[in-house]
T-cell receptor, first 112, second 112 residues
């Protein structure tokens, strides 16, 4: 029972263009969503988050969109840079302090 | 300010053996969670400790146990190791009632 899914295992994009990563969830109790970035041999690092009461949150080049009715969120990276090449995980939580449920990840490759 | 520290970095064990992994949380954090990340998958929640007690547990057998010490550091113990226990084990710390988690770089466990 996979409650958080990232259906695209990989994504290749040209430097300067937009990267769009998608995430779907099934648990309607999730009220907070996070994106983490992971380089090899390192732990996941927090990127951006969004509360279920919002539909958009922006931080520099990163914007997360939430569509609660569709149980779908997306991460936009504009413009994409070679240093953005990493694995990106979508995660969700039912409440503050609760466990995170992760998707399977999307590997992003930004080509110079 | 030190982040989350995990030890050891890498470990090789034989089937049937027992292993102990260690984690020191980020300064100011009082909650420690453990995750298992198999190759090509997202992190899976094992359990969470707060005030030296297990507060939440994921779908892992009793062979997986833990402990939290008064200084908030934590241990993850796995008994009767199986080949399938080979994975990256991540420790994440947070403050109670907050959504943000800081992850360590993980311990890579290989069971042969």
């Amino acid at each position: 029972d996979q409650q958080v899914k990232q259906n695209s295992p990989s994504l290749s994009v040209q430097e300067g263009r937009i990267s769009i990563l998608n995430c779907d969830y099934t648990n309607s109790m999730f009220d907070y969503f996070l994106w983490y970035k992971k380089y090899p041999a390192e732990g996941p690092t927090f990127l951006i988050s969004i509360s279920s009461i919002k539909d958009k949150n922006e931080d520099g080049r990163f914007t997360v969109f939430l569509n609660k009715s569709a149980k779908h969120l997306s991460l936009h990276i504009v413009p994409s840079q070679p240093g953005d090449s990493a694995v990106y995980f979508c995660a969700a939580s039912e409440a503050a302090g609760n466990k995170l449920t992760f998707g399977g990840g999307t590997r992003v490759l930004v080509k110079p | 300010d030190a982040g989350v520290t995990q030890s050891p970095t890498h470990l090789i064990k034989t089937r049937g053996q027992q292993v102990t992994l260690r984690c020191s949380p980020k300064s100011g954090h009082d909650t420690v969670s453990w995750y298992q990340q198999a190759l090509g998958q997202g992190p899976q929640f094992i359990f969470q400790y707060y005030e030296e007690e297990e507060r939440q547990r994921g779908n892992f057998p009793d062979r997986f146990s833990g402990h939290q010490f008064p200084n908030y550091s934590s241990e993850l113990n796995v008994n009767a190791l199986l080949l399938g226990d080979s994975a990256l084990y991540l420790c994440a710390s947070s403050s109670r009632d907050h959504y943000g988690y800081t992850f360590g770089s993980g311990t890579r466990l290989t069971v042969v």
